[in-house]
């Protein structure tokens, strides 16, 4: 079983629309993390959140922590063909000291012209 | 910047051979990770390691074995490859609960 559900597994747009990737655990989080990794690549780290409630946004992205800190949220405005990728959310347990990360399995972003 | 470096980008072995996968990083951070990427089942933990000489199995350690000897590096090894071991294979290390991913080691056995 996964411990971070993320959804859609799949989404393709086209350029200029908005969309959402979610992000949910029955489990609580002391931070969550979203990365993207591009095909051949290591995933890069976008954002770390770690309170819940917060939001913070980069750019045309905005990432919020659920109150409870069981979910997220990647919210693109605009989308363009450059935010192609795949789109990972990564969670650490409260007590980890050893940093592991429990990952979803990803969103796979497609951008069309 | 954090830099994880893995040894290779792509590998080709043969079934029952010895596979070293190599990992460096360069900010003297303690703990290291190996995952496997697979479509559709996301990023699985093989093995980590929270100091020299010390190591802890993840969710999928079967078949593999790691090292690390020293604090930057942090090696994993398939002792006798098989094909169900293709994979994508990323090393990470992490500050507090932030991962540092390197960019990867695309092995195929065949």
């Known amino acids: 079983t996964q411990l971070l559900e993320q959804s859609p597994q799949f989404l393709s747009i086209q350029e200029g629309e908005n969309l959402t990737v979610y992000c949910n655990s029955s489990?609580?989080?002391?931070?969550l993390q979203w990365y993207r990794q591009e095909p051949g690549e290591g995933p890069v780290l976008l954002v770390t959140v770690v309170t819940g409630g917060e939001v913070k946004k980069l750019k045309r992205l905005t990432f919020q922590f659920g109150d409870a800190r069981k979910d997220s949220s990647l919210h693109i405005t605009a989308a363009q063909p450059g935010d192609t990728g795949l789109y990972l959310c990564a969670g650490a347990r409260r007590g980890s000291t050893l940093g592991r990360l429990y990952f979803g399995r990803g969103t796979q972003l497609t951008v069309w012209p | 910047d954090v830099k994880v470096t893995q040894s290779s980008r792509y590998l080709v072995k043969r079934t029952g051979e010895k596979v070293f996968l190599e990992c460096v990083q360069d900010?003297?951070?303690?703990?290291m990770f190996w995952y496997r990427q697979d479509p559709g089942l996301g990023l699985r933990l093989i093995y980590f390691?929270?100091?020299?000489?010390?190591?802890e199995k993840g969710d999928i350690p079967e078949g593999y074995s790691v090292s690390r000897e020293k604090k930057e590096r942090f090696s994993l090894i398939l002792e006798s490859a098989s094909t169900n071991q293709t994979s994508m294979y990323l090393c990470?290390?992490?500050?507090?609960?932030?991962?540092?991913f390197g960019q990867g080691t695309r092995l195929t056995v065949v």
């Open positions: 900010m003297d951070h303690e703990n």
């Open positions: 990470a290390s992490s500050l507090g609960q932030i991962g540092f």
């Open positions: 390691s929270y100091d020299v000489k010390m190591k």
């Open positions: 489990s609580v989080f002391s931070s």
